[in-house]
């Protein structure tokens, strides 16, 4: 069961939490406890501290929170974020993340919309697109229950940037997903 979540968007005094939040569910032990994890295909950083606050900081950028909305004085716990960009006609949806020991329960979802949201009526775009690394089956497939479409554009790994991950295999590549909003 996903707490009441609030959405807002973030500020670079949340780098560490986002960048704690991302690694979580993608990589090390603790992603195993969701399924989106990465920690076969990849080790290190899913995110770089320095690329995440340009993000936060360029216009038509907004790195989205969701947030336990706490009844009491307790402060807002972190559950999931994801980045929505324009990038050229289109928007464009990354870093998405999920706390592992919440995922399936609909938040992932429910951001997505919202990012979708933002794409289509705060910035008048008319498709939302991603990439996914091509070798994860079953996220995107859980994409297109959700609309996308594999497009069959690909684009490469950054294979030596240790900011990106430090790849377990040499086949590593991008798939670009596309959704009509």
């Known amino acids: ?106 938040l992932g979802h429910r951001l997505l919309t919202e990012a979708e949201r933002i794409a289509r009526e705060d910035w008048g775009l008319p498709a939302m697109r991603m990439t996914v690394l091509d070798l994860r089956d079953e996220l995107i497939a859980w994409y297109e229950r959700r609309g996308y479409r594999r497009t069959g554009v690909h684009k490469p790994f950054p294979y030596g940037d240790a900011r990106f991950g430090i790849p377990k295999r040499d086949d590593l590549r991008f798939e670009v997903l596309e959704k009509a909003l």
């Open 1 to 106: 069961m996903t707490p009441a979540t609030r959405f807002r968007d973030a500020t670079p005094d949340d780098v560490d939490a986002i960048v704690a939040l991302v690694t979580s569910a993608y990589r090390g032990d603790s992603s195993r406890n969701g399924w989106t994890t990465e920690a076969d295909l990849l080790d290190g950083a899913r995110i770089d501290p320095e690329l995440l606050r340009t993000d936060i900081a360029r216009p038509r950028s907004r790195v989205l929170l969701a947030e336990a909305a706490p009844a009491d004085a307790t402060p807002p716990a972190l559950l999931a974020c994801a980045h929505v960009a324009e990038d050229g006609a289109a928007g464009y949806f990354g870093m998405f993340a999920v706390r592992p020991d919440l995922q399936g329960a609909g």
